[in-house]
């Protein structure tokens, strides 16, 4: 992958000889087709795609979904036809799937493209140059985020190459970055088409600074294939170098990488809108939810507060165990009850024991089970979508800390989260009736009385209910921000998320969530 100041480098190939040649250049992800030379490409089979991943191991892939050439216009039959190619495709380590879908009147075609999406998720979703055909590109590029789930668009801004659209190119970077407020990340444009070592220098001069950070190149030519025989005006029906020859990528059309003509300014500008991510604004249209804030505000202070006035070293014992108790037992009752039993289902429980997890999550005062669920479900089907990750760690370190809970969403996409076991469960329903109410008595008057026992119950509801509130907030969120900015990717780096050691350690496992 390429770094600040370097551009990461995409190769459509359709051969195994192509897909070497490409990575031997210094490709950093390739696309792969069949009939690249004549048509724009097609889906590739199963025997090639397995062949190129044998051939260049760890290199990302993005396969191309096209079930013809022509025009991108598909019959029901061809839609079947893609989505059973995705089925068949996406368990093969590849990172996602280049597809794109129009209307008959040259818009993109919605409804299908969402049912696409929803068979391609979690894996990448790159629209190809069918938004090249488009009626308009800023329609497109709106209907492109209704979709929600598209990371990239392939474009050659509507003309025949990048370098005669750089105009519109730039006012799609800024249209893009107008309606999702997310900077370099988020949805991004993949320029491709007649770049090269001459035209490379103007397309990063003025595009790099609006956030490109990838190119798309072809870096091929049509090669004879050393046929002594051709029968005469004979071929198969293509015409021209298509009968004979074979289209092969050249190794040294790629090794032009694009960090050597890259500008100091460029650079600067670049890092510059990577440090702005640390904090970023709401999305357009979302308002503060000032109960919230102030709830998260109040307890801070109190925490504060009563830490200053009653410190750690003149607690009674029993009231240091309580606040310890009431920090990890609410901290299981989160990762433990709402994010693997009820979130992702992982293991059965019996009604006791789902009771326990409730009550116990309920005290760390994160919302009601059937709330926290829906969003931590549509995290993972959307993880980094800006527009539909409620807590996008691609918007920034403290929004997806603490930034997503003080803004009213936008949730576009909640029908597709299920939600019949969350409403068929009796214990979800009556904590998400009764929430606000069991959380003031569990996470506060709870610690209070215990602490009454020993005769401190000032010091049960500092630190049991408000040092023990901060602690179990900061570090669930850290699994939201940190946990999906440092650490390893011993897994996979086709998402933001990270195993983080010290976090597990904190959270009992849950920072280290890169598998």
Request: proline letters at 5%; charged letters at 20%; one cysteine or more.
């Given at each position: 992958m390429a770094s600040v100041g370097n551009i990461l480098i995409e190769v459509c190939v359709d051969s195994v000889e192509s897909a070497i040649s490409a990575v031997e250049g210094g490709a950093d992800r390739l696309e792969l087709c069949a009939n690249l030379g004549a048509g724009g490409g097609t889906t590739p089979s199963l025997g090639l795609l397995k062949m190129v991943k044998q051939a260049v191991k760890d290199t990302p892939?993005?396969?191309?979904?096209?079930?013809?050439?022509?025009d991108f216009l598909y019959s029901d039959l061809e839609l079947e036809v893609m989505l059973e190619d995705i089925r068949t495709l996406r368990d093969y380590g590849?990172?996602?799937?280049?597809?794109?879908?129009?209307?008959?009147d040259g818009r993109v075609d919605i409804d299908r493209m969402r049912k696409i999406v929803d068979e391609i998720l979690p894996l990448e979703v790159c629209f190809h140059r069918a938004f090249d055909m488009t009626k308009d590109a800023e329609t497109a590029l709106r209907d492109i985020m209704e979709i929600g789930g598209i990371s990239r668009i392939l474009t050659s801004g509507q003309e025949t190459?990048?370098?005669?659209?750089?105009?519109?190119?730039?006012s799609l970077y800024n249209l893009s970055k107008s309606l999702t407020d997310h900077g370099v990340w988020g949805l991004t444009f993949l320029p491709g088409s007649g770049i090269n070592a001459k035209t490379l220098p103007e397309i990063l001069e003025r595009l790099l600074p609006l956030g490109l950070r990838e190119?798309?190149?072809?870096?091929?030519?049509?090669?004879?294939?050393?046929?002594?025989?051709?029968?005469?005006?004979?071929?198969?029906?293509?015409?021209?170098?298509?009968?004979?020859?074979?289209?092969?990528?050249q190794r040294d059309m790629v090794k032009d990488r694009p960090s050597s003509v890259v500008s100091k300014?460029?650079?600067?500008?670049?890092?510059?809108?990577?440090?702005?991510?640390?904090?970023?604004?709401?999305?357009?249209?979302?308002?503060?939810?000032?109960?919230?804030?102030?709830?998260?505000?109040?307890?801070?202070?109190?925490?504060?507060?009563?830490?200053?006035?009653?410190?750690?070293?003149a607690l009674p014992r029993p009231t240091i165990w309580l606040a310890f108790a009431s920090w990890q037992l609410s901290c299981f009752g989160i990762t433990i009850g709402y994010h693997r039993l009820y979130t992702h289902k992982s293991f059965r429980a019996s009604l006791g024991l789902r009771i326990i997890l409730a009550a116990l999550g309920t005290a760390a005062h994160q919302g009601s089970i059937r709330w926290w669920c829906l969003r931590h479900r549509l995290h993972h089907r959307f993880t980094d979508?800006?527009?539909?990750?409620?807590?996008?760690?691609?918007?920034?370190?403290?929004?997806?800390?603490?930034g997503w809970i003080f803004f009213k969403p936008i949730y576009g996409r909640l029908n597709v989260i299920e939600t019949d076991d969350l409403d068929k469960d009796l214990v979800v329903r009556v904590q998400h009736r009764y929430y606000h109410l069991l959380a003031v008595l569990l996470g506060f008057v709870l610690p209070t009385i215990v602490g009454y026992l020993w005769r401190d119950a000032t010091g049960g509801f500092i630190w049991g209910g408000l040092v023990a509130r901060v602690l179990v907030w900061h570090c669930t969120f850290l699994v939201n921000s940190l946990a999906h900015w440092n650490g390893l990717q011993l897994y996979t780096d086709e998402n933001t998320s990270r195993g983080n050691l010290v976090l597990a350690l904190l959270t009992c496992g849950e920072g280290n969530h890169n598998f």
């Open positions: 892939i993005m396969v191309m979904i096209r079930p013809r050439v022509g590849i990172r996602g799937f280049v597809v794109g879908i129009l209307t008959r190459t990048v370098v005669q659209a750089l105009s519109k190119m730039e190119i798309h190149l072809s870096a091929g030519r049509w090669v004879a294939n050393g046929m002594v025989f051709k029968r005469p005006n004979m071929g198969m029906g293509l015409g021209g170098e298509s009968d004979w020859g074979i289209w092969r990528t300014t460029c650079r600067d500008d670049f890092i510059i809108k990577w440090a702005s991510m640390m904090i970023k604004r709401s999305l357009p249209g979302q308002r503060p939810r000032w109960i919230l804030v102030s709830h998260k505000f109040c307890t801070h202070l109190g925490a504060l507060i009563g830490v200053y006035y009653f410190p750690i070293h979508d800006p527009l539909h990750d409620p807590y996008a760690a691609t918007r920034g370190l403290l929004f997806s800390h603490v």
